[in-house]
Nanobody, 120 residues
Framework: QVQLLESGGGLVQAGGSLRLSCAAS????????MGWYRQAPGKQRELVAQ???????NYADFVKGRFTISRDNAKNMVYLQMDSLKPEDTAVYYC??????????????WGQGTQVTVSS
């Protein structure tokens, strides 16, 4: 069974930084995509950043220049370094990964989410 476990959320003042981590575990053969989404109250879930295999990362316009995504393929982990945080970045952040496991074909998995709150 594949699982994604996030950590690193919390409360920070505007202008501060947080680093999110996500570890994928289970019967993993290959991880094609790793990324981060977020969902604020009353809004739809939206893509923040993702890395497809070893290609250049993709970022949403609203985080370009402030957030950095990276992945460690040897550890099956993905990170999101968030700098210059703004109150509008407040949301639940979800790790997502497209994984080929020993039991299933390529499938999208989600973490349980971690709360990020930015105070003004």
């Amino acid at each position: 069974q594949v699982q994604l476990l996030e950590s690193g959320g919390g409360l920070v003042q505007a202008g501060g930084s947080l680093r999110l981590s996500c570890a994928a575990s289970g019967n993993i053969l290959w991880i094609k995509v790793m990324g981060w989404y977020r969902q604020a109250p009353g809004k739809q879930r939206e893509l923040v950043a993702q890395i497809v295999e070893s290609r250049r990362p993709n970022y949403a316009d609203f985080v370009k220049g402030r957030f950095t995504i990276s992945r460690d393929n040897a550890k099956n982990m993905v990170y999101l370094q968030m700098d210059s945080l703004k109150p509008e970045d407040t949301a639940v952040y979800y790790c997502s990964a497209d994984i080929w496991s020993s039991r299933t074909n390529l499938q999208t998995y989600w973490g349980q989410g971690t709360q990020v709150t930015v105070s003004s």
